[in-house]
């Protein structure tokens, strides 16, 4: 409902005589109130009666923003048009009018904006410099949206060297390096250096980066006391929640209830519960989306909520204010996750699941869903949150859309006669250590093939100049074109075998190639995200292709290379277990959920809910600053603790660390 009070007459009679300031003082007031409406009514009335004010620039660039906050992006393009006419040096509008063009699909425009921009900024000053950092930075951002990565990377690079305590930019500049596979992913330069570089590392990228949970641990402590912040003021009370006496009110917070890897394994979830027991409430913060999934998940929710065009303060109340008990983070530290939402804590309870694998590392996220193999009671240590199991930590559909036409083997650009290894994963997942293993076998097994996800013709062409400077054909690798997720999945069983990804692994790839009947072979690390792969199989009835070292990997690749008819009993037993495993076995998982759930409400209900353990983690961080883990596998090395340990007690020799609960108890070594 509106809460504006005042006609437009009488707002333009209000506003027509003010100053500038004057006139942004009672916008501010308006909006302040709730009157949004007001806001556009008073700057377009303002500007209506004031065409020649010097000024004018400024106002239609205020007006602009109101407008494109409101969804109207073509009004605001016609305002920060007229005000670069007015004012050509006024770098804001031009930075805003390429994000307005970016919005609407027009990349090419949105470029030309940016480059305007960088072309007018001659003086070196404060604001030069955060004008120009800020176009290099929308031009990488809109280049790469059309695969221009390799000049996407250089503007970064240029942003940085101006600007190195940009957090932000540190982050697109590496996840963009490991999308392209160029290796080592961190590259210095003299005015960014390896640390930055490290710190700077988002907790998504640093999943990929290595096999160290406990740095991990320590890195998301840093990027959420940074990136994410502490905010102003954060709900305690939840009157609605603690009077509510049904059946528990679960929110699933989420960007990716539409075509997204999420949203596959999260199809049947909602259906499934059990309306007895739960009420799903879906909070949806993610893109306008009209695809059938999203249209499913609406359906399927007791209540659907689009809280995108909230802001955090006014959503996390909407949350608070349905009397949501236990709220399921779906998003972690991915791509248009509301973080700063959640941590204004709008339920008693919040959960870490299924969408970022690995620790929240927050005061806020009081449980992580796991299961025994991804987090072993030994392996509790390297995470923040109390650790609750389900039978196996990821869901699946059991519904999904197979073309009925199987491609054969020629149609898609395979050898008809040899043995196809495969794995569908993202580029960003290919470790170098990972691609010299694949390498390797490749080298053992004559005549087979590495079948993997085309992407960038960049990196492509990278990948087989690699193989080809290690002695391998570039032919062998033959990249499958994008396809709809239908038709993908019909290809899947023209692979011999599926070689899992180490740091990070398969996860909603591998639940799909063993779907389709495809063996997967993988490693598990210590790290959250090398071990859901392991999780996945062993739940499939393939406990034998989790492998317990990389060298043992390798050997098993090669081995069922050479004698590609031992695939075949696999292949049979995945058949025959499909509509009874572990791993497809929903209505199971539900049911374990729930109980989960009641065991979270029960804890808070008796003043037991868990305090996430955070004491001392800048020390772990600052201890592995040292390490190259593009140079040293850490994944491979076999005392880890006692590794850990050493560096500590390094730490610990000129700079004392305070005992905790974690690596550093021992009197002996830290007096």
């Not at 996220?365 to 039978?391: F, K, M």
């Not at 580029?427 to 990972?434: A, L």
């Amino acid at each position: 409902m509106s809460n504006d009070v005042l006609s437009p007459a009488l707002i333009g009679a209000m506003v027509a005589g003010l100053s500038v300031s004057d006139l942004i003082r009672t916008t501010e007031t308006f909006k302040q109130s709730g009157q949004t409406a007001s806001v556009e009514t008073a700057y377009a009335a303002w500007i209506a009666a004031n065409a020649a004010d010097p000024l004018l620039y400024a106002v239609l660039f205020n007006y602009s923003v109101v407008l494109s906050d409101n969804g109207k992006l073509d009004a605001a393009q016609q305002c920060l048009e007229q005000a670069i006419a007015q004012s050509a040096d006024f770098m804001p509008a031009y930075i805003n009018l390429g994000r307005i063009y970016e919005r609407q699909g027009k990349i090419g425009l949105a470029i030309i904006q940016w480059s305007a921009a960088l072309a007018r900024m001659a003086a070196v000053n404060g604001p030069a410099i955060t004008h120009k950092t800020t176009a290099l930075n929308q031009s990488a951002r809109a280049l790469e949206a059309v695969s221009q990565d390799e000049t996407a990377e250089t503007m970064l690079r240029e942003s940085l060297e101006l600007d190195r305590q940009q957090r932000e930019v540190v982050q697109h500049l590496v996840a963009l390096r490991q999308r392209q596979c160029q290796w080592p992913a961190l590259l210095p330069s003299e005015r960014v250096d390896r640390g930055v570089l490290v710190d700077g590392m988002s907790p998504l990228s640093a999943a990929a980066y290595t096999d160290d949970p406990l740095w991990q641990l320590a890195l998301a402590d840093h990027y959420n006391r940074l990136d994410v912040g502490t905010p102003a003021k954060a709900l305690d009370r939840w009157p609605a929640a603690k009077a509510h006496d049904g059946p528990l009110r679960i929110g699933y917070l989420s960007s990716d209830l539409r075509e997204h890897a999420v949203g596959y394994l999260m199809t049947e979830i909602f259906g499934l519960h059990d309306r007895s027991q739960v009420e799903v409430h879906a909070y949806y913060c993610g893109i306008e989306a009209n695809d059938p999934l999203h249209g499913h998940f609406q359906g399927a929710a007791d209540t659907w909520t689009s809280i995108s065009q909230l802001d955090d303060a006014a959503a996390a109340r909407r949350i608070a204010d349905d009397g949501i008990q236990i709220l399921v983070d779906l998003n972690g530290y991915t791509r248009d996750a509301r973080l700063k939402l959640v941590a204004m804590r709008p339920a008693p309870v919040i959960v870490n699941w299924l969408g970022y694998p690995g620790t929240m590392a927050s005061p806020y996220h009081h449980y992580l869903i796991a299961d025994d193999w991804i987090i072993p009671e030994s392996h509790e240590l390297y995470y923040s949150e109390q650790v609750l199991r389900l039978p196996c930590y990821q869901p699946s559909n059991c519904n999904r859309t197979v073309a009925p036409d199987r491609p054969g083997r020629s149609a898609v650009g395979l050898p008809e006669d040899a043995v196809v290894y495969c794995c569908f994963n993202g580029s960003h997942k290919i470790h170098r250590f990972t691609f010299d293993r694949w390498l390797t076998i490749l080298a053992e097994v004559p005549g087979s093939v590495l079948w993997l996800l085309s992407g960038a013709e960049t990196v492509t062409a990278r990948l087989r100049a690699y193989a080809a400077g290690r002695g391998i054909d570039p032919a062998r690798l033959v990249f499958a074109d994008k396809a709809a997720n239908p038709a993908h999945l019909a290809r899947y069983p023209l692979a011999d075998l599926f070689l899992d990804t180490t740091p990070y692994g398969a996860h909603t790839t591998a639940s799909d190639a063993l779907w389709m009947g495809v063996p997967v072979l993988t490693v598990s690390g210590r790290s959250f995200a090398s071990r859901v792969c392991g999780s996945l199989v062993r739940a499939a009835g393939l406990e034998e292709l989790v492998c317990a070292s990389t060298a043992d990997y390798v050997a098993r690749a090669i081995a069922y290379g050479r004698d590609p008819g031992s695939l075949a009993p696999l292949r049979q037993r995945l058949a025959e277990a499909r509509e009874s495993c572990v791993l497809f076995d929903m209505p199971l998982l539900v049911g374990r959920l729930e109980g989960l759930y009641r065991e979270m409400w029960q804890a808070f209900a008796r003043g037991a809910l868990p305090r996430p353990d955070l004491d001392g983690l800048a020390v772990y961080r600052e201890a592995a600053a040292q390490v190259d883990p593009e140079a040293l596998e850490i994944q491979g090395i076999a005392d880890y603790h006692g590794w850990w340990t050493g560096l500590l007690a390094a730490r610990h020799q000129f700079r004392p660390i305070a005992r905790d609960r974690r690596l550093v108890t021992d009197p002996a070594l830290f007096p």
